[in-house]
Nanobody, 125 residues
């Protein structure tokens, strides 16, 4: 069974940076894309970023220019570099994997197949 494990969350001041990591517990050759969603208190889970096996990257408008997603397929590892963090970035960040990139809209969480437990990111003023 595929398991995704996030790390790197924490407390940071506004304007600071954090780097999240996601590791797949075993090589999941069937995963065509990996991504990040986040959920703030009292809000629905929302799309943050995604990267396909071909290297295509996508970002939510709210993080574009500040966040960078990268992936090393051979190591089954993905990172999310978050710069110039804002208070509104405070949320639990979830790593996710998708078997069929073309199946369903990428920014809808129910179209993704695998999920990590999440890591808390808190941005203070």
């Amino acid at each position: 069974q595929v398991q995704l494990v996030e790390s790197g969350g924490g407390l940071v001041q506004a304007g600071g940076s954090l780097r999240l990591s996601c590791e797949i517990s075993r090589r999941a050759s069937g995963i065509s894309a990996m991504g990040w969603f986040r959920q703030a208190p009292g809000k629905e889970r929302e799309f943050v970023s995604a990267i396909t096996s071909g290297g295509m990257t996508l970002y939510a408008d709210s993080v574009k220019g500040r966040f960078t997603v990268s992936r090393v397929i051979a190591q089954s590892t993905m990172w999310l570099q978050m710069n110039n963090l804002k208070n509104e970035d405070t949320a639990i960040y979830y790593c996710t994997g998708k078997n069929n990139w073309g199946l369903g809209p990428y920014d809808v969480d129910r179209t993704w197949d695998y999920w990590g437990q999440g890591t808390q990111v808190t941005v203070s003023s």
